[in-house]
C-alpha cells in the first residue's frame, strides 16, 4: 500500500470525558473519540451518562465522525449480572465500536450486538501476533496494542495479520504496571484500577527506609537533601516524531489518553497530532507541533518502548507533577465582528500579550480592551465566576471553538 492512501485511512482518536471536550476534540482534528459510562469503565469519573452519550453519538455521526465506548473493565460476577440491561441500552445509542478486554464481556457484547464491531482495548497486553491472530478468531476487529510494544514488534505483528487493524496509544499519562494492570490503588485505597476507580498511587510521594537485619523494627530513613521520592513516576508519552514510522509499520489508529484532562490538553494535542498527520514529510510542520506540545501541563516526555525498551528515561524520580510555562485564559463563546465573547478561567488583564488557539491557526493578540455584559470597560478579569465578558480584537478573525492562553513564567 502507498504512503498515500495509507494516509487517507489513518485515524486520530481523542478522549471525551464529557460532551464539551467531546466537541472540542472533533473541532480540532480527531475523527473518531472514545468514552465511557461509570458502571463499565476504566475511568470510573466520566461526564457521560446514556442521554448524553446518544445526543454525542448523533452529533459525531453528523460530522461523519465516530464515537467508540469503553466497556472494558475486568468483570467480576456482579458486573456480569448487570451487563445485559447495560448493553441492550448501549445497543440504542448506537456506537460504532465497543472496546472491552474481558473474554466474558466480548462473549456478552458479540451475543447482544452482533454486528457491533470490537476493539480490543491495551488492558488486554496484546503485544505479539499469536495473540492478535486468536482475538482475531474470537471475532475483534481491531487490536489497540499494549504500550510495551516496540516499532520493531508492531512491524512482525502486522506483517502476520495484515487484516486486523492495529491501534496505539500515542501521546498521554503512562501507568506504571503492565499495560496499566496496577494493584497499587486497590492495595492502598480500596479502590481498584481494573474497575476504573484509580486514586494513582504511582504520583504520590514516597519515603525509603533501610532496615538492618539484626535490629527489626528500627527503620533508617533513606534521603536525597531531604527530598521525598517519586519512584513510581512515569514520564508521558510522546510519539509525535514516529507517526510516519508507526504508518508504514501499518498502525492505522493513533490514540490520545486523557479522559480526565481538561478541554484545553485536549484541544492542543490533537491540534498537534491532526497537523503532522496530515503532513508525515514536512518538517516545519512537526517542529512547530513539538513547540505546542510544551505548553500544556505534563510530567516531561518519554517515548516509551517504542525502541529501547531498557531505556531509563521514562522515569521524573523529581516531582510527578503536571506543569507548563502556559495556562488557559478563557473559552470563546461567541463572536460580533471583531468582538468576542469569553468565559474566564483565569485572570487577563489590559495590555497582556496573549495566544488565541483554533483549529486552524494561533494568534498572538494584544488585550486592548475588556467589556463586561452592560458595555462597561474593565481593567482586569478573573476566573472562577459564571460571567462572561467581552475582548476587543485588532483585527476580524475566525474564533469558533477558539481558545485563550497566556505565558505564566
Not at 451487563?83 to 441492550?88: A, H, R, T
Not at 494561533?362 to 476566573?383: A, R, S
Amino acid at each position: 500500500m502507498s504512503q498515500s492512501s495509507k494516509k487517507q485511512n489513518l485515524e486520530l482518536l481523542a478522549p471525551a470525558g464529557n460532551l464539551e471536550k467531546m466537541k472540542y476534540a472533533l473541532a480540532y482534528g480527531a475523527d473518531a473519540v472514545y468514552l465511557g459510562l461509570p458502571q463499565f469503565s476504566l475511568r470510573a469519573k466520566t461526564g457521560f451518562d446514556f442521554a448524553d452519550l446518544k445526543a454525542g453519538i448523533i452529533y459525531a455521526h453528523q460530522l461523519k465522525k465516530k464515537v467508540y465506548v469503553t466497556v472494558n473493565v475486568f468483570a467480576h460476577e456482579a458486573h456480569i449480572e448487570l451487563l445485559p440491561k447495560f448493553l441492550k441500552q448501549l445497543k440504542d445509542c448506537r456506537p460504532d465500536a465497543i472496546i472491552l478486554s474481558d473474554p466474558g464481556i466480548l462473549n456478552l457484547v458479540k451475543k447482544q450486538m452482533p454486528k457491533i464491531p470490537i476493539h480490543l482495548s491495551t488492558q488486554a497486553n496484546t503485544l505479539n501476533s499469536e495473540a492478535v491472530k486468536f482475538w482475531q478468531k474470537n471475532g475483534v476487529k481491531r487490536i489497540i496494542l499494549g504500550r510495551e510494544a516496540s516499532l520493531k514488534d508492531i512491524k512482525k505483528i502486522h506483517s502476520a495479520t495484515p487484516k486486523m487493524e492495529l491501534e496505539v496509544f500515542v501521546h498521554g499519562a503512562m501507568c506504571l504496571s503492565y499495560s496499566g494492570r496496577c494493584y497499587l490503588s486497590a492495595q492502598m485505597s480500596g479502590r481498584s484500577a481494573n474497575l476504573g476507580l484509580c486514586t494513582q498511587p504511582c504520583r504520590f510521594e514516597y519515603k525509603l527506609y533501610a532496615e538492618e537485619k539484626m535490629r527489626p523494627g528500627e527503620l533508617m530513613p533513606i534521603e536525597e537533601d531531604g527530598e521525598n521520592m517519586y519512584i513510581f513516576n512515569s514520564k508521558d508519552l510522546c510519539l509525535i516524531d514516529y507517526l510516519a514510522d508507526l504508518v508504514d509499520a501499518g498502525i492505522v489508529s493513533f490514540k490520545i489518553e486523557g479522559r480526565t484532562k481538561g478541554l484545553y490538553y485536549v484541544a492542543t494535542v490533537i491540534r498537534a497530532y491532526r497537523r503532522v498527520l496530515n503532513k508525515l514529510k514536512d518538517k516545519n510542520v512537526l517542529a512547530d507541533s513539538k513547540k505546542e506540545l510544551l505548553k500544556i501541563d505534563g510530567r516531561g516526555y518519554t517515548t516509551g518502548f517504542i525502541k529501547d525498551i531498557n531505556s531509563i528515561s521514562r522515569q521524573d524520580l523529581s516531582t510527578s507533577k503536571a506543569k507548563s510555562d502556559w495556562q488557559l485564559v478563557g473559552q470563546v463563546l461567541s463572536q460580533k465582528n471583531n468582538l468576542i465573547e469569553i468565559f474566564v478561567h483565569n485572570s487577563l488583564s489590559i495590555g497582556q500579550l496573549i495566544e488565541l488557539l483554533t483549529a486552524e491557526d494561533c494568534y498572538k493578540i494584544k488585550v486592548t480592551k475588556i467589556l463586561d455584559k452592560d458595555g462597561q470597560e474593565m481593567t482586569e478579569i478573573h476566573g472562577g465566576t459564571q460571567k462572561t465578558y467581552w475582548l476587543e480584537l485588532s483585527e476580524k478573525i475566525k474564533t469558533e471553538n477558539g481558545l485563550l492562553r497566556k505565558k505564566i513564567n
